[in-house]
């Protein structure tokens, strides 16, 4: 079985929250367009820290970028296809995301900031290889507030969380649909107009080999 655990924090002016959700689905291979978005992977390779991520985290970092540019062909070329195979997700909560992608604009891709990749991978590294309580306060207390605050992060950012034994492609699907969390915050992180640099950061969960623990940091732009 798979089993994944998404956790979302924001803050924003003024407000702050966070909320998890378990989920556990069969263990079957997870379907995959066949062809590659040559614009995203040039895009992608052209950013001088592509290579700090690692290539779970370029994966990841990819899949977003396609989700943002093109909302509507996600859907039909990605998430169909994983309902598909695991028919259970689909409910209301896909329903919804079907209506939201389908009536999202086409939106930037998101820029590679070093400072996001570091807080990313440094929160990452810390709960995986720690195996600590996975969700958005590091294993010294530090929340999630403090650590993108001390890279410079001054106005809005967000972070989402998912610990499991997935794929990317099906980590962040299942961060769309949101399943169970009423107020559909890792959904509105990732299409967020305002959210224009990101960072990701992807370490193993302890000794489990097949169980990576993602961080995705957002931030608007800081000007």
């Not at 997700?89 to 079907?98: D, F, I, M």
């Not at 999630?144 to 990317?168: H, Q, W």
Request: glycine letters at 6%; one cysteine or more.
């Amino acid at each position: 079985m798979k089993h994944l655990t998404s956790i979302v924090f924001f803050i924003i002016p003024l407000l702050s929250f966070s909320q998890v959700r378990n989920i556990v689905l069969e263990d079957k291979p997870i379907p995959k367009p066949y062809t590659v978005d040559t614009a995203i992977n040039h895009w992608n390779n052209e950013q001088a820290d592509f290579i700090k991520l690692n290539k779970t985290a370029q994966d990841f970092y990819y899949w977003t970028n396609y989700s943002r540019v093109n909302p509507r062909r996600f859907w039909d070329s990605v998430v169909v296809p994983v309902l598909e195979t695991f028919p259970n997700l689909k409910s209301s909560y896909s329903e919804s995301l079907k209506t939201d992608l389908y009536n999202s604009p086409s939106l930037p891709m998101l820029q590679l900031n070093p400072n996001l990749i570091f807080t990313a991978q440094s929160h990452a590294s810390d709960i995986g290889l720690k195996k600590g309580a996975p969700g958005h306060i590091s294993t010294d207390g530090r929340t999630f507030v403090d650590r993108i605050k001390a890279v410079g992060i001054k106005k809005c950012g967000g972070e989402n969380v998912s610990l499991g034994d997935v794929d990317p492609i099906l980590s962040l699907v299942l961060l769309y649909i949101d399943y169970g969390i009423q107020n559909l915050g890792h959904r509105k992180a990732l299409l967020n107009e305002n959210y224009v640099e990101t960072g990701v950061g992807v370490s193993k969960y302890g000794d489990e080999q097949d169980t990576l623990f993602i961080v995705q940091d957002f931030s608007c732009s800081q000007q």
